[in-house]
């Protein structure tokens, strides 16, 4: 039966689980725990919060059964909890900073492929030997340290690989302000890097 329902499509497994079949359901989660958690381990980079949101996001799918229209895709939709609920737990423990502008327009020429090419090296799986923890540690900081907004697209994009349209749903914004922020994110994190290499090479 396990093997049965891992067969099925997310659309079938949530009728399922409507029909009151709770396997379907760990199935789901067995599905998504990994790259939930994943995300949220980015976003929020503490552990007791990515506990607590990884908990509520699947209790919000669990008690939202009835209401959950099987037309809609899943994934995008489970996100898009986590992504609320981790920003509210944020707003509870601490004062949000607001990027300026001004403050970035000088960081220097950045391109998508030289953030692709850094951020890569921050993908860790457990079962994956890491020989560059100096880097990885430096994008996890400069990530942690990113306003809110521009860490949660920056995260959507390049970790989880959602599509500008999925990201707008996620966010509940518009695809325009999905582009010019994720662009902002991006002189925003090379600006962070250049800078600390910069500093390194002083040192």
Do not use: C
């Amino acid at each position: 039966m396990v093997s049965h329902l891992r067969e099925q499509s997310d659309a079938q497994l949530i009728e399922l689980y409507q029909q009151g079949d709770e396997r379907a359901f760990r199935e789901i989660v067995d599905r998504y725990k990994n790259s939930l958690y994943g995300f949220l381990r980015r976003f929020l980079n503490q552990q007791d919060l990515v506990e607590d949101v990884f908990q509520d996001t699947f209790l919000q799918l669990f008690i939202s059964k009835a209401s959950f229209d099987t037309n809609r895709p899943l994934r995008p939709w489970l996100f898009t909890i986590a992504a609320n609920k981790a920003k509210d737990a944020l707003r509870k423990i601490q004062r949000h900073s607001t990027i300026s502008l001004g403050a970035i327009a000088d960081s220097g020429e950045a391109t998508v492929d030289d953030v692709v090419n850094i951020l890569k090296s921050y993908e860790m799986t457990p079962d994956q030997e890491v020989s560059d923890d100096e880097t990885k540690a430096l994008v996890r900081k400069i990530i942690a340290d990113m306003p809110e907004n521009l860490k949660s697209i920056l995260i959507l994009a390049y970790f989880e690989q959602f599509s500008y349209k999925q990201m707008a749903e996620i966010l509940s914004i518009p695809i325009g302000t999905v582009k010019s922020r994720l662009h902002t994110a991006v002189v925003h994190f090379m600006g962070k890097w250049k800078a600390i290499n910069r500093s390194n090479d002083i040192l």
